[in-house]
C-alpha cells in the first residue's frame, strides 16, 4: 500500500516554462515532505522540504506547496531549464519513517 | 560534504549466491537505510538501521539480511540470490536532529545488480 503517490510517471516541458510536479500521500502522521532529484547512474539528492506548520517554502527556482487538507504537496520549478531533466521523487516522513513515491520523469526541452 | 559510498556500482551474480552490498558513510550519522528502486515503484525500504547492531524491517525484507557493526558501515546480504532481486540497490544516511526528526537522507551512488 503506498502511502505516497505521484501519479504521473512523466513530464515534458519547454525549456522557460513552468514545471509542476504533484505528490498525494494518505497517512495525516507525516509531518516533513521533502523532494529529490535523481540523474541517471547517481543517487537521489535531496533538493528542497517543508515543514507541515508551513504550506509553502522557497528556494531560488524551487517552491514547494504543500495542503494538509488535502493532503498534497507539489513541486514548482520556474523556470524549466534542460539540467532540470531527472527523475523526480516525493518523500514524507514521521520522525525516521520516510516514505518515497514512484517518482516522476522531467523532461526540458531546448 | 556528506560521503556515502557503495561498494560496486554493477554486480552481476548467479541464482543462489549470497550477495554483500557494503554501504560507508563517513559523516557520523546514526541512521542508515537501504532501498531498493525499480521501474513504477520509486524507492522502497529493505531495511533501516538507527545504531549500531540495530535493524528494522522495512517494507520489504524478504530475502535479505543486515549488518551493521560500526556506525559508518551498513551491510546489504542477499542469503541466496534470485532473479527477482535484479535492481538498482541505494544505501543511504541521515542524522537525528531535533526531538527524534531525522534530517534529510544523503544517498550513494547505488548498485546495478544482475542476478542471471
Known amino acids: 500500500d503506498q502511502q505516497v503517490k505521484q501519479n504521473s510517471p512523466s513530464l515534458s516541458v519547454q525549456e522557460g516554462r513552468i514545471s509542476i510536479l504533484n505528490c498525494d500521500y494518505t497517512n495525516s502522521m507525516f509531518d516533513y515532505f521533502l523532494w529529490y532529484k535523481k540523474y541517471p547512474a547517481e543517487g537521489p539528492t535531496f533538493l528542497i522540504s517543508i515543514s507541515s506548520i508551513k504550506d509553502k517554502n522557497e528556494d531560488g527556482r524551487f517552491t514547494v506547496f504543500l495542503n494538509k487538507s488535502a493532503k498534497h504537496l507539489s513541486l514548482h520549478i520556474v523556470p524549466s531549464q534542460p539540467g532540470d531533466s531527472a527523475v523526480y521523487f516525493c518523500a514524507a516522513s514521521n520522525n525516521n519513517d520516510m516514505r518515497f513515491g514512484a517518482g516522476t520523469r522531467l523532461t526540458v526541452k531546448p | 560534504d556528506v560521503k556515502v559510498t557503495q561498494s560496486s556500482r554493477y554486480l552481476v551474480k548467479r541464482t543462489g549466491e549470497k550477495v554483500f552490498l557494503e554501504c560507508v558513510q563517513d559523516m557520523d550519522h546514526e541512521n542508515m537505510f537501504w532501498y531498493r528502486q525499480d521501474p513504477g515503484l520509486g524507492l522502497r525500504l529493505i531495511y533501516f538501521?538507527?545504531?549500531?547492531?540495530?535493524?528494522e524491517k522495512g517494507d520489504i525484507p524478504e530475502g535479505y539480511s543486515v549488518s551493521r557493526e560500526k556506525k559508518e558501515r551498513f551491510s546489504l546480504i542477499l542469503e541466496s540470490a534470485s532473479t527477482n532481486q535484479t535492481s538498482m540497490y541505494l544505501c543511504?544516511?541521515?542524522?537525528?536532529?531535533?526531538?527524534?526528526?531525522?534530517?534529510?537522507?544523503?544517498f550513494g551512488p547505488g548498485t546495478r545488480l544482475t542476478v542471471l
Open positions: 538501521s538507527y545504531d549500531v547492531k540495530m535493524k
Open positions: 543511504a544516511s541521515s542524522l537525528i536532529i531535533t526531538s527524534g526528526r531525522a534530517s534529510e537522507q544523503f
